[in-house]
T-cell receptor, first 114, second 113 residues
Framework: NAGVTQTPKFQVLKTGQSMTLQCAQD?????MSWYRQDPGMGLRLIHY???????DQGEVPNGYNVSRSTTEDFPLRLLSAAPSQTSVYFC?????????????FGDGTRLSIL | GNSVTQMEGPVTLSEEAFLTINCTYT??????LFWYVQYPGEGLQLLLK?????DKGSNKGFEATYRKETTSFHLEKGSVQVSDSAVYFC????????????FGTGTQLKVEL
């Protein structure tokens, strides 16, 4: 049972580099989202998608891009990495975009920007 | 906007002790409320949920009751085990449509023998 799979698990970047964090789910979930986790701040929503071809911004979208070309995949792109983007990133999915649906989380990507 | 406030940790308990982690929220309308647990090196897992006032969510000996009058969703367990050591997050989900979660800052629980 794969669930939500994130790659890579760890990454170190230099300031100004770009990269893509991958997220894939095999549960045919319509709703997918990206969060970042920082000490003392809980998790904050970056971007989300209610279905293929539809994305929207969350609480902290600046510096990140997303796209949703398939139901299964929801990559997160850092265009020009900054030290402030050092964080642990979690991808999540749920079967529907309704508020009572629990979300399934991946194991996270730990990203360090030097 | 929506917000969640939960008690700061770390909380250290002896095995078989009673656990309470306080959580209060601010939201318009009728949000759904969740407790998620994060074990070291892992992602978040749903522990329990409640979707309307006076609902009680329960799982693995943990309970929480959705109290609209006090805007609270406190997590309780009667007898904790070492294996319960983890970080616990209280969260609420969108009164404005969609499934956007607003999280508390998390409470680290350490259970000792």
């Amino acid at each position: 049972n794969a669930g939500v799979t994130q790659t890579p698990k760890f990454q170190v970047l230099k300031t100004g580099q770009s990269m893509t964090l991958q997220c894939a789910q095999d549960m045919n979930h319509e709703y997918m989202s990206w969060y970042r986790q920082d000490p003392g701040m809980g998790l904050r929503l970056i971007h989300y998608s209610v279905g293929a071809g539809i994305t929207d911004q969350g609480e902290v979208p600046n510096g990140y891009n997303v796209s949703r070309s398939t139901t299964e995949d929801f990559p997160l792109r850092l265009l020009s990495a900054a030290p402030s983007q050092t964080s642990v990133y979690f991808c999540a999915s749920s079967s529907q975009g309704y508020s009572n649906q629990p979300q399934h989380f991946g194991d996270g990507t730990r990203l360090s920007i030097l | 906007g929506n917000s969640v406030t939960q008690m700061e940790g770390p909380v250290t308990l002896s095995e078989e002790a009673f656990l309470t982690i306080n959580c209060t929220y601010t939201a318009t309308g009728y949000p759904s409320l969740f407790w998620y647990v994060q074990y070291p090196g892992e992602g978040l897992q749903l522990l329990l949920k409640a979707t309307k006032a006076d609902d009680k969510g329960s799982n693995k000996g943990f309970e929480a009751t959705y109290r609209k009058e006090t805007t609270s969703f406190h997590l309780e367990k009667g007898s904790v085990q070492v294996s319960d050591s983890a970080v616990y997050f209280c969260a609420l989900s969108g009164t404005g449509g969609g499934n956007k979660l607003t999280f508390g800052t998390g409470t680290q629980l350490k259970v000792e023998l």
